[in-house]
C-alpha cells in the first residue's frame, strides 16, 4: 500500500512536471515580439489611437454624450521645416556628395542604391493626401462617436494652410450635406494673448529651442552604437548624428506620403535605437511643452477654461451648440494636457518638485507617462465631454463630465467621483478652480509686454 501511495505521488509529479514543461513550450511556442516604429515616432507619429490606457472609449452604461469639445492637432504633413533643416536636408545633401558608394552591395543600406526623397520643396508643411484622408475619417468617426448630438456650423482652426486644410477635410468627413460646415479662421498673430488657437506664439516667455540640450545629451548616448554599426558597413560615408536623426525621421515622414518608408526596416534600425530616438524627443518636449517648462500649464489653462465654461453652460449661446472642434499645431495639446494634470511622470497634481529628475539624460524612463507618440501624434485630439448618466450607472443620476485622449478615456487627478473616469459636475467645478489655481494668468506668466493683452479664450462666444 506505501509503495503504491508513492507510485501514485510519483505519477501525480511526473505529471505535473510534464504539465509545467508542456506550459512553457507553449508559452515559448506562441509568445511572440513584433515592435512598430510608427508608433514611437514623437511628433511624427502617423495617426493611431494608442489606447494608453485600455480603458474602453464608449461613455460608461448608463450615460450619453450631452456635448463636447475637441483640440485637434492638423493631419499628417509632407515635412516639418525644423526637421527638414536641422537634420533630413543634412542627409540628403550628404547622400548627393556620396553618389560613387555602390549603395547596392551594403547589406540594410541598399535600398539607396535607387531612393529618392518622397518630396519637394513646394511640398514643405503641406498636408498630404493621406492627411487629408485620415482628418475626413475622424470627421465621420465623430457622427458615430456623437450620433444624439447636432452637427456643429462650423469647427475653429488657426491660420497655418496645414490647419486649415485638416479641418476643411475633418468638415467634410462630418456634414450630411455638401458645405453645411464651415471653416472659422483664427490668426496665428503673436500678441493676441491667449485668444487665440495658438497661444505659445503670443507667450513671449515661451522657448521654442528649451530642452534642445538635454536631448542632444541624450540622443548622443543612444546613437553611439548605432554610428558604429553604420560606419562599419559604409565607412565611405561617415555617418554622424545628424545622419541618424534624418534617417529615423524619414520612416514617419515618408510613411504617410508612401504608405511606408525603408527607413522604418527592422534591419536597419532595431526596436532599442527607436526607443532611444524616441526618449531623445521626449525629452525636448517635456522642457519645450510639457511639465519641464515653466509656462506650458499657463498656456494650455485658457483653453481648458474657456471649453470647461462652454460644456457646463445651460441656455443662452451654449445651447446652439452641441460639438465644438478646433485645429492647432503640436504645441498646444500637450500644454493643454499639463494644464489637466495628464501624463504626469511624477504626481497628478502637476506641482511636484524634481520633475525633470523623471526625464534623466543619461537613461531611459521607460516607465514615463510623459510619451509624445501617445500625446501628440499627426491628428492627436483632446476631448471633453459632458455626460448625461441616469442612476443605472450606480451613481446618482446627473451631469458628469471625462476627458479621452486620442479616444483613450483619462482620468484627471482629484477628479474621478463618477461612472468610469468621469467626475460630477460638482468635482468638475472644484478641479477647474484648483487648476485655475495654479495655472491661471497667462499674461502674467508669460511677461507679457505688448498691449491689449488677455487671459482669456473667447473665439467660441461669437
Known amino acids: ?45 502617423p495617426s493611431f489611437e494608442p489606447r494608453d490606457p485600455p480603458t474602453l472609449p464608449s461613455p460608461p452604461f448608463g450615460c450619453t454624450p450631452a456635448r463636447a469639445a475637441l483640440l485637434v492637432r492638423h493631419a499628417a504633413i509632407y515635412m516639418n521645416d525644423f526637421d527638414y533643416e536641422e537634420s533630413i536636408e543634412p542627409f540628403l545633401r550628404k547622400l548627393e556628395r556620396h553618389g560613387d558608394i555602390d549603395w547596392s552591395r551594403i547589406p540594410g543600406l541598399n535600398f539607396l542604391a535607387g531612393w529618392t526623397p518622397p518630396f519637394a520643396d513646394a511640398d514643405m508643411e503641406m498636408l498630404t493626401r493621406v492627411g487629408k484622408l485620415e482628418a475626413a475619417q475622424l470627421g465621420t468617426s465623430l457622427s458615430f462617436r ?46 493676441a494673448g491667449a485668444d487665440s488657437l495658438t497661444p505659445y506664439h503670443s507667450c513671449p516667455a515661451f522657448d521654442p529651442s528649451a530642452g534642445t540640450e538635454q536631448s542632444r545629451t541624450h540622443r548622443d548616448r543612444f546613437v ?34 508612401r504608405g511606408a518608408s525603408p527607413f ?29 517648462s515653466p509656462v506650458a500649464g499657463a498656456v494650455g489653462f485658457p483653453w481648458l477654461n474657456a471649453t470647461a ?57 521607460h516607465r514615463r507617462a510623459w510619451k509624445a507618440s501617445h500625446i501628440l501624434p499627426f491628428l492627436a485630439n483632446i476631448a471633453v465631454e459632458r455626460l448625461n448618466c441616469s442612476t443605472a450607472t450606480g451613481f446618482e443620476g446627473g451631469d458628469y463630465f471625462r476627458v479621452l485622449v486620442n479616444n483613450a478615456p483619462q482620468e484627471l487627478p482629484t477628479c474621478a467621483d463618477g461612472p468610469g473616469t468621469s467626475c460630477s459636475r460638482r468635482r468638475f467645478q472644484e478641479y477647474l478652480q484648483e487648476r485655475g489655481d495654479l495655472f491661471s494668468g497667462f499674461s502674467e506668466k508669460c511677461r507679457v509686454k505688448y498691449k491689449n493683452s488677455t487671459d482669456v479664450l473667447s473665439i467660441y462666444n461669437s
Open 309 to 365: 465654461a462652454l460644456l457646463l453652460a445651460d441656455g443662452g449661446n451654449a445651447a446652439a451648440r452641441d460639438l465644438y472642434v478646433s485645429f492647432t499645431h503640436r504645441e498646444l495639446p500637450p500644454m493643454v494636457a499639463v494644464a489637466m494634470g495628464l501624463f504626469n511622470n511624477s504626481d497628478f497634481g502637476g506641482t511636484a518638485e524634481g520633475i525633470n529628475a523623471t526625464m534623466p539624460a543619461d537613461r531611459i524612463n
Open 1 to 45: 500500500m506505501h509503495s503504491a501511495r508513492v507510485s501514485a505521488a510519483l505519477g501525480r509529479g511526473l505529471l505535473a512536471a510534464h504539465l509545467l514543461a508542456a506550459s512553457a513550450r507553449a508559452t515559448s511556442l506562441y509568445s511572440t515580439y513584433s515592435f512598430n516604429p510608427l508608433e514611437h515616432l514623437a511628433g511624427i507619429t
Open 264 to 292: 522604418c526596416r527592422p534591419d536597419l534600425f532595431s526596436p532599442d535605437d527607436w526607443l532611444g530616438w524616441e526618449y531623445a524627443a521626449d525629452i525636448q518636449y517635456h522642457y519645450n511643452m510639457g511639465y519641464g
Open 146 to 191: 456623437y450620433p444624439g448630438l447636432r452637427l456643429p456650423r462650423a469647427v475653429w482652426t488657426s491660420s497655418a494652410e496645414r490647419t486649415v486644410q485638416s479641418a476643411r477635410s475633418l468638415a467634410r468627413g462630418l456634414e450630411t450635406a455638401d458645405g453645411s460646415i464651415g471653416v472659422t479662421v483664427v490668426d496665428e498673430g503673436k500678441e
Open 224 to 257: 553611439r552604437p548605432v554610428l558604429a554599426r553604420l560606419n562599419a558597413l559604409a565607412p565611405a560615408f561617415g555617418f554622424n548624428a545628424t545622419d541618424v536623426m534624418g534617417m529615423m525621421e524619414l520612416c514617419g515622414y515618408e510613411s504617410v506620403v
